[in-house]
C-alpha cells in the first residue's frame, strides 16, 4: 500500500481557449482530510469536477495530465468511471430526489433485492427488499450520529438533514475510497458545520480520505491535516496542520491584502420609503407569504434567509416578474406593480440575481450594457435633435462609462469588449455601473458578490456604500453571505419560511441569527 | 468582412465561381448571365430582408412570410383593380399593401408571442394555414377588372395574372446602364439599396437598439422597463412589411402576380438565404441579406443551363433544393451546438 491514495501530475485542462488549470501537481495522503482553498475561477470546483468525471469535462474536451489512484493510473472519463473507482461527492446543491424516502435516495441504484425474486427474474427486474434498505440507511445515518426515520419524504426534509443524507449516500457505497466535498457547509448552520466536521473526522480515521473544498478558511484550519492553495489554476502554496494560519491562506488565496468595505454606524431618519404590507409573491422555489417590512429612506438594508427561503422574492416581486399579491408603498403612494417600466420610472431598480441570464446582455460591449438602462429607461445621454426626435449622446456615454471603468476599476481591453468576456466580477461592476447610471431612490440588488472572487467582492460592496453615501440612494442586498451583509448594511432583515423571522442590528450575535435563521426567534426570546 | 464570412460562405462562394468558369468552357454568355444575376438578386432580395427585423428581435426566422406575400398580393390587385400603371402603379401597389400588411402582422405577432421559444415552426404552420384561407378568399373577393378574372365564368381571380399593361418589370428597365456589355439595372438595385438603408437606418436608433437588446435578452429588458412584446410586435409587422413590399418587387420583376399555393415557395428560400449569408441564430445584419441573397440566387441561375448543357436537366432543380433545405438544418444544428457551449 503507498502512502498516497492519491497523485494528480501536470493536470491541464482548458475551456476554449482559456487554460484554467496550469499542470497542476497535487498528492493525498491516506485517511487525511485534504483543504483545497482558491477564490472564484481559480480552478477548484474544475479539479473536483475532473476527479468525479463530470461530464462538462469530457463535453469540453477533457483533461490532460495522469491521475494515480493507489499508484494506479487511471482515466476518468465519466461518472460511472469515477464511482467504480471509490470516488464519492458531495454537492453544495444537493443531488436529492425530492419524491423518494431517506432510505430509497440513500440506496438508490444499490437497492437490496428478494432474493428469490432475482433468481427468476435478475438483478434489475427483481423487487427491492425495502426493510433490508431501511435497515442498512438507518445504519449510516445512525454511524453519522444524526437519527432520522427512513421513510420521509427527502421534500419535507429540513436542509442540513438533506445534506446528511446525502453524505449518508456517499457512505453507504461499500468501495468508497476518497470522498470529494465542495462548499459541504455553505447550506449548513454553525452547529450542523460542527457536526459534520467531527463525522468528516471519524471517517477519515476510518481510512477514507478526503479533499475537502471550501471558501471558510476557519473551517479549513480546524478540520484539515493538509491544504493547498489554488489560484488562477496554479498551486500556490502547501501548508500542514501545524503551519495553517487564516491570513496566510487569505494572503495566498487572493495574492494581496485587501481592504475590507465597511459601512460605519450612522443614524437613519424614520421615515420610510418603500412599504410592504402583506406581500407576497409566487416565485418557484422562493415562495414569500405575507411580509409585513418598511424600509427607511436611505439605508442599506440587508435581506437574507436560507436558500428557498424567500430572500430574493422581494425584488422581483416589486419590479412585477413573478406574480404578487398584497400592496407596496412607495413613497406614501400605492404602487402599480404590473407595469415595470413605470415601477422603474419612479425610480425602482433591480439587478438580479442571475447575471447572465438576466443581468447582462452578454453579446454587446460594456459600454452598451452600462448605458442601457440609463438611455432607454430614464432617457439619460440623450441629446434633442429636433422635436421629438432624440440621438444617444455618445460623448457623454463614453464620459460617464470611462469614469465608472476607473472608478470601479474593471478590468477590461476597452469600453467596446463584448461583457461575455469579463469574469464574473466584472460583469458584476459592469452591472452596478448600470444601476447607478438609472439613479434609482431605491435599488434591489440581489447576491451581488455570487460568484465574484474576494478582491473585486471588496470593490464591490465598497460601491454599494459610496452609492448609498454620495447619492442616498436606498439600496435593498438581498444575499445568503451574511458576513458581508453584517458590514454594509444599516440593518439586516432575515427571512424564514417566506416570512420577516426577525430584523436584527448588524453587530447582532452569530446565535440570535441562527435562530432568526431557523425561525426558532421565539424560543429565542423567551 | 473576412471575420464575417465564415467557412460555408467561403465554400458556397466557391461553388459559384465554380459554376462561372463551367459556365465559361460551356461558351455561354457571361455577361448576360451577369446582369441575369443582378436582377435576379433584388428579385427576390427584399423578401430575405425581411428576415431581419424578426430575427433581430428574437421572434426566430421568419417561415411565415405567406402572411406579409399575401398583403402584398392585396396590395398589388387593388392597384390592378384601380388600373395604376407604369412607375406610380409600382408604388401605389406598394403603399396599398400597406395597410393590410400592418394588420395581418399584428395577429401573426399576437400568435408569436403566445409560442415564444418555438416561433420557427409556428411560423412555418401559420403560413401554411393561411394560404388556404386566402385561397377561398381569393375565389370570392370582390374585384371586377377582366383582366386579373377567370376567363371563363368571370368569377374568382386567375391564379397567374399578368402585369404586363400594369407596371410589369417598371422597375426593371429603370435606368438600365451598360457596361462592357453586362447591364445593370440601376433603379431596381436603387430601390432594393433604398429598402435596405431603411432597415439599417431603423437598428441604429433607439428603437432599433432597444429590438436588438430584446432579441438578445429578454429578461434583462424586462428588467429596464421595456415592454417585450410590444417590441417584438413592431418587429413582426415591419417583417411582415417588408415581406409585403418584396413581393411587389419579386412580381414586377417576374411579370405576374402569383396567386394561391404560390407564396408557400418563397419562405424556405428566403430563409435559406440569409443563413447563407452567414446568419446563425439571433444577429442579422444587411450585409448577411445581401450576400446571401445573391450566392444564393446566383448558384441558382448558373445551374439551371450548366445542367441543361451537360444533358441532366433535373439537376438543376434537386441541387437547389439540396440547398435551400439542407442549409436550414445545418443552421439549426449550428444554433443548437451555440447554446450548449
Known amino acids: ?526 | 468582412m473576412t471575420n464575417r464570412s465564415k467557412l460555408p460562405q467561403i465554400i458556397i462562394a466557391s461553388f459559384m465561381l465554380l459554376l462561372f468558369v463551367m459556365a465559361g468552357f460551356l461558351k455561354m454568355d457571361i455577361p448576360e448571365l451577369i446582369g441575369d444575376s443582378f436582377t435576379k438578386f433584388v428579385m427576390n432580395g427584399v423578401l430575405v430582408l425581411a428576415m431581419i427585423p424578426m430575427i433581430n428581435a428574437g421572434a426566430g426566422m421568419n417561415f411565415g412570410l405567406p402572411v406579409g406575400i399575401v398583403a402584398g398580393l392585396l396590395g398589388m390587385c387593388m392597384a390592378i383593380q384601380f388600373r395604376m400603371t407604369g412607375i406610380f402603379g409600382f408604388l401605389g401597389a406598394v403603399l396599398l399593401s400597406v395597410p393590410p400588411a400592418v394588420i395581418l402582422g399584428f395577429f401573426y405577432a399576437k400568435i408569436l408571442n403566445m409560442v415564444k421559444g418555438k416561433e420557427d415552426i409556428a411560423a412555418i404552420f401559420i403560413g401554411y394555414s393561411f394560404i388556404p384561407i386566402m385561397n377561398f378568399v381569393w375565389t370570392v373577393i370582390p374585384f371586377t377588372n377582366r383582366e386579373m378574372l377567370y376567363p371563363v365564368g368571370g368569377e374568382g381571380l386567375r391564379p397567374k395574372i399578368s402585369l404586363e399593361h400594369y407596371f410589369g418589370q417598371v422597375l426593371d428597365k429603370l435606368c438600365t446602364v451598360k457596361i462592357g456589355g453586362i447591364s445593370i439595372p440601376l433603379g431596381l438595385i436603387g430601390f432594393y439599396a433604398l429598402i435596405a438603408l431603411l432597415i439599417y437606418g431603423f437598428f441604429k436608433t433607439k428603437y432599433g437598439t432597444v429590438m436588438l437588446a430584446v432579441g438578445e435578452n429578454e429578461r434583462f429588458c424586462q428588467l429596464s422597463g421595456i415592454k417585450i412584446n410590444r417590441v417584438r410586435t413592431t418587429a413582426i409587422i415591419l417583417s411582415t412589411v417588408i415581406g409585403a413590399v418584396g413581393i411587389c418587387v419579386y412580381a414586377q420583376s417576374y411579370g405576374f402576380v402569383e396567386l394561391y399555393n404560390a407564396p408557400l415557395s418563397h419562405s424556405f428560400p428566403a430563409v435559406s438565404a440569409i443563413l447563407i449569408g452567414g446568419c446563425i441564430g439571433r444577429r442579422a445584419g444587411i450585409f448577411h441579406a445581401v450576400l446571401g441573397t445573391y450566392l444564393y440566387q446566383t448558384i441558382y441561375l448558373l445551374s439551371a443551363p450548366i445542367a441543361n448543357a451537360i444533358l441532366i436537366p433535373q439537376m438543376s432543380e434537386i441541387v437547389r433544393m439540396i440547398i435551400t433545405n439542407g442549409i436550414i438544418l445545418y443552421a439549426f444544428l449550428k444554433q443548437e451546438r451555440r447554446k450548449r457551449s
Open chain 1, 1 to 526: 500500500m503507498k502512502k498516497n491514495i492519491l497523485e494528480i501530475k501536470n493536470l491541464t485542462k482548458y475551456f476554449g481557449q482559456n487554460k484554467v488549470l496550469h499542470e497542476v501537481n497535487l498528492s493525498i495522503e491516506r485517511g487525511k482530510i485534504h483543504g483545497l482553498v482558491g477564490a472564484n475561477g481559480s480552478g477548484k470546483s474544475t479539479i473536483m469536477n475532473i476527479l468525479f468525471g463530470n461530464s462538462v469535462i469530457s463535453e469540453t474536451g477533457g483533461y490532460e495530465g495522469e491521475i494515480l489512484l493507489d499508484g494506479e493510473p487511471i482515466r476518468i472519463r465519466s461518472t460511472r468511471d469515477a464511482m467504480k473507482y471509490g470516488f464519492g461527492m458531495i454537492h453544495q446543491e444537493f443531488i436529492l430526489i425530492p419524491d423518494m424516502t431517506v432510505a430509497e435516495n440513500i440506496k438508490l441504484t444499490r437497492e437490496n433485492t428478494k432474493k428469490g425474486a432475482s433468481r427468476i427474474l435478475g438483478h434489475e427486474l427483481s423487487y427491492i427488499d425495502k426493510a433490508q434498505d431501511q435497515e442498512d440507511a438507518s445504519s449510516v445515518l445512525n454511524e453519522l450520529g444524526f437519527s432520522i426515520d427512513c421513510s420521509y419524504l427527502v421534500k419535507n426534509l429540513s436542509t442540513n438533514a438533506k445534506q446528511f443524507v446525502e453524505i449518508a449516500r456517499e457512505l453507504d457505497k461499500k468501495n468508497l475510497k476518497f470522498l470529494l466535498l465542495d462548499e459541504p457547509t455553505a447550506v449548513l448552520n454553525d452547529e450542523d458545520s460542527r457536526r459534520l466536521m467531527d463525522v468528516l473526522k471519524k471517517l477519515a480515521s476510518k481510512g477514507t480520505s478526503i479533499l475537502f473544498c471550501s471558501h471558510r478558511l476557519h473551517e479549513i484550519c480546524e478540520l484539515c491535516d493538509t491544504v493547498t492553495v489554488i489560484r488562477d489554476g496554479n498551486i500556490i502554496s502547501e501548508y500542514q496542520k501545524e503551519n495553517m494560519s487564516i491570513p496566510a491562506l487569505a494572503t495566498d488565496m487572493i495574492g494581496y491584502d485587501i481592504h475590507e468595505a465597511v459601512q460605519k454606524p450612522r443614524m437613519i431618519k424614520e421615515e420610510s420609503i418603500l412599504s410592504f404590507r402583506d406581500f407576497s409573491v409566487q416565485m418557484p422555489g422562493e415562495q414569500l407569504h405575507g411580509i409585513h417590512l418598511d424600509v427607511k429612506k436611505g439605508e442599506i438594508l440587508g435581506l437574507t434567509s436560507l436558500s428557498g427561503h424567500g430572500k430574493l422574492a422581494p425584488g422581483y416581486g416589486v419590479l412585477g416578474i413573478y406574480p404578487s399579491s398584497g400592496s407596496i408603498l412607495f413613497e406614501g403612494e400605492n404602487l402599480d406593480l404590473s407595469d415595470t417600466g413605470k415601477t422603474i420610472e419612479k425610480g425602482i431598480f433591480l439587478l438580479p440575481d442571475d447575471r447572465k441570464n438576466m443581468g447582462l446582455l452578454l453579446d454587446h460591449s460594456i459600454r452598451e450594457n452600462i448605458v442601457f438602462s440609463g438611455f432607454y429607461g430614464k432617457h439619460r445621454f440623450s441629446k434633442k435633435l429636433f422635436g421629438p426626435f432624440s440621438v444617444r449622446d455618445k460623448k457623454s456615454m463614453s464620459r460617464y462609462v470611462e469614469e465608472q471603468i476607473r472608478e470601479l476599476g474593471i478590468k477590461c481591453e476597452n469600453m467596446n469588449q463584448k461583457t461575455r468576456e469579463l469574469s464574473g466580477g466584472n460583469q458584476q461592476k459592469v452591472c452596478i455601473a448600470r444601476a447607478a447610471a438609472v439613479r434609482p431612490k431605491v435599488l434591489f440588488i440581489s447576491e451581488p458578490t455570487r460568484g465574484v472572487d474576494i478582491g473585486a467582492k471588496e470593490k464591490i460592496l465598497d460601491a454599494l456604500i459610496r452609492m448609498s453615501r454620495e447619492q442616498g440612494t436606498t439600496i435593498i442586498v438581498a444575499s445568503s453571505e451574511l458576513e458581508e451583509l453584517k458590514r454594509i448594511s444599516d440593518r439586516i432583515a432575515v427571512l424564514c419560511e417566506g416570512k420577516v423571522s426577525r430584523i436584527l442590528p448588524p453587530d447582532a450575535s452569530e446565535e440570535e441569527f441562527a435562530y432568526a435563521y431557523t425561525g426558532e426567534e421565539e424560543r429565542y426570546d423567551q
